[in-house]
């Protein structure tokens, strides 16, 4: 029986404190209309962006007995949504959950469960210190199961064993996403892409390979570096899919909301670690959809 709002398993660590993981991911997905059923891989007492000597739980064995449990009790799921992976076990632990809940082989976003998976491997051209190419291997055979895949520009770069440049052109960027759509994944989206025309200017680029189009929506650069908006960007596209929103438009969404919280925290004088100031523009999820600056690629 499907429910009366879809119901998502969020696979990500929890940090208590910083606005990052499962604590953006659940009240996003909430307030677009989602039962967020989260899955933590591990808990900390804060996230790892500019905190020393923080309190960190492997929950690997925990992952494990809750999909069993699930399983055992018939819960089903509209999207399996994994972020943060602790290692390579638990990457397995994912795979199995998704094929729990595969009813064909061939799953689009109306039909089935919609799996995206946001590769956390790396940023800025070196993979964080928790991660390993085991994990990097691992990911490469998540992502076989994938729906939709959001790694950032190093990321990608890594699934693909490429060499990273901050410096890509169109035409290989395009070639990236066309090679990782055929790692498995329908729809591949790439964030923290340079904007060929503009000096600071990022930008989010998208393929989708069932229609064969490539968008993408600039992102004006603010001259601050909050942590967890990627998790914020993946987890607002996540729910306008799951609303029946397009890709263009979704993806429009993602950025808008991203960079609207960032605009509202800038102004404030408060560490830069903790986060977007979330809280300020969360009930704007609520407005109309507006046209945005999506541009067919």
């Given at each position: 029986m499907t429910?009366?709002?879809?119901?998502?398993?969020?696979?990500?660590?929890?940090?208590?404190?910083?606005?990052?993981?499962?604590?953006?991911?659940?009240?996003?997905l909430s307030?677009?209309?989602?039962?967020?059923?989260?899955l933590p891989t591990s808990v900390l007492s804060t996230h790892?962006?500019?905190?020393?000597?923080?309190?960190?739980?492997?929950?690997?064995?925990?992952?494990?007995?809750?999909i069993e449990h699930w399983i055992r009790i018939g819960i089903e799921f509209q999207c399996v949504y994994s972020g943060f992976?602790?290692?390579?076990?638990?990457?397995?632990?994912?795979?199995?959950?998704?094929?729990?809940q595969r009813k064909t082989?061939?799953?689009?976003?109306?039909?089935?469960?919609?799996?995206?998976?946001?590769p956390v491997l790396a940023d800025d051209g070196r993979l964080y210190d928790?991660?390993?190419?085991?994990?990097?291997?691992?990911?490469?055979?998540?992502?076989?199961?994938?729906?939709?895949?959001?790694?950032?520009?190093?990321e990608a770069s890594l699934l693909l064993g490429a060499a990273y440049s901050s410096d890509i052109d169109e035409r290989e960027l395009k070639s990236?996403?066309?090679?990782?759509?055929?790692?498995?994944?329908?729809?591949?989206?790439?964030?923290?892409?340079?904007?060929?025309?503009?000096?600071?200017?990022?930008?989010?680029v998208a393929y989708d390979k069932i229609s064969g189009h490539f968008w993408r929506v600039p992102c004006v650069y603010i001259p601050a570096n909050y942590p967890g908006t990627g998790d914020v960007f993946t987890s607002v596209l996540t729910g306008s899919l799951l609303q029946g929103d397009s890709l263009p438009i979704a993806l429009?969404?993602?950025?808008?909301?991203?960079?609207?919280?960032?605009?509202?925290s800038f102004g404030f004088d408060y560490p830069k670690r903790d986060g977007v100031l979330l809280e300020r523009v969360l009930n704007s999820l609520n407005n109309h959809v507006l046209l945005g600056s999506y541009e067919w690629l």
């Open positions: 429910p009366y709002i879809p119901r998502v398993a969020a696979v990500h660590d929890l940090s208590g404190y910083g606005r990052n993981s499962l604590s953006v991911v659940i009240p996003i307030t677009m209309g989602a039962q967020v059923v989260p790892t962006g500019g905190f020393e000597g923080y309190a960190f739980q492997d929950l690997t064995d925990f992952m494990s007995k809750a992976l602790g290692s390579p076990s638990q990457v397995e632990l994912v795979s199995y959950l998704i094929s729990s082989d061939n799953q689009v976003y109306t039909d089935g469960t919609l799996v995206v998976v946001d928790t991660m390993s190419m085991e994990m990097v291997e691992g990911m490469r055979r998540l992502i076989r199961d994938a729906d939709l895949i959001t790694p950032n520009l190093t990236w996403l066309v090679s990782l759509a055929d790692m498995g994944p329908r729809t591949v989206v790439i964030t923290s892409a340079p904007l060929s025309r503009t000096g600071k200017d990022t930008s989010v429009d969404r993602g950025v808008q909301f991203v960079s609207q919280a960032i605009r509202a």
